[in-house]
């Protein structure tokens, strides 16, 4: 290797390491994690949904965190009601080509979505039209909105009920960053919903 490939990856690495653990000493982050878990325990206990967004890695991250749901995380139990708007290409390619790219989202919150649902709406810039236009249809649907975005939050910031921000402007860290969040809400979830067969901590 290089001595500018070891340098960057010194580099990289570091960075990760400054948000992990700036996350792992914010308590109000914390607070938010749980918050987020909470709102859909409570969502998925009353029969509601929880549906995810986000546009290029974090569609397949968006993917990942419905599948850790309607599979499983951290022990076997029943199936939860989670839902990536990523997946459908047949619902995305009919709606970018009819509509427009930013209501590849927002129509389907408006198809599927109902009062009591949560949606977890994830840009890095906290920017994405079509996340943020997603996050306007779920208030029209009476849904609990959830965002994951960088520092500052963007436009997401004052939009999300709960909000968590990573502590990184770089996509990749942010990325890192708000999955183990995600696996954190999810591992609550399954805590909250079938606590008799919660591993003791």
């Known amino acids: 290797m290089t001595s500018d490939a070891a340098r960057y990856t010194a580099h990289y690495l570091a960075a990760s390491r400054a948000a992990m653990d700036s996350f792992a000493a914010d308590t109000a982050a914390h607070a938010v994690v749980q918050g987020m878990a909470a709102d859909v325990a409570a969502?998925?206990?009353?029969?509601?949904?929880?549906?995810?967004?986000?546009?290029?890695?974090?569609?397949?991250?968006?993917?990942?965190?419905?599948?850790?749901l309607v599979g499983r995380l951290m022990?076997?139990?029943?199936?939860?009601?989670?839902?990536?708007?990523?997946?459908?290409?047949?619902?995305?390619?009919?709606t970018g080509n009819d509509y427009g790219f930013e209501h590849v989202?927002?129509?389907?919150?408006?198809?599927?979505?109902?009062?009591?649902?949560?949606?977890?709406?994830?840009?890095?810039?906290?920017?994405s039209p079509n996340v943020l236009?997603?996050?306007a249809a779920a208030r029209q649907r009476g849904m609990a909105v959830?965002?994951?975005?960088?520092?500052?939050?963007?436009?997401?910031?004052?939009?999300?009920?709960r909000l968590l921000a990573a502590p990184s402007a770089w996509t990749p860290i942010i990325q890192q960053v708000y999955m183990?969040?995600?696996?954190?809400?999810?591992a609550l979830v399954e805590r909250e919903l079938f606590p008799e067969k919660a591993p003791k901590v």
Not at 43 to 68: F, K, P, T, W
Not at 82 to 92: G, N
Not at 120 to 127: D, E, R
Not at 180 to 186: D, K, R
């Open 133 to 135: 236009a997603a996050i």
């Open 43 to 68: 969502a998925m206990r009353n029969g509601g949904r929880y549906l995810v967004c986000g546009n290029g890695g974090s569609a397949a991250d968006a993917q990942h965190i419905a599948g850790e």
């Open 105 to 127: 989202f927002s129509r389907q919150v408006l198809g599927l979505g109902r009062p009591g649902d949560v949606l977890l709406a994830i840009s890095t810039s906290g920017n």
């Open 146 to 161: 959830h965002g994951f975005a960088g520092t500052g939050g963007g436009a997401m910031a004052t939009l999300c009920d």
């Open 75 to 94: 022990y076997d139990h029943a199936p939860l009601a989670a839902l990536a708007l990523t997946a459908d290409s047949s619902v995305l390619t009919a």
């Open 180 to 186: 183990t969040a995600a696996h954190l809400v999810c």
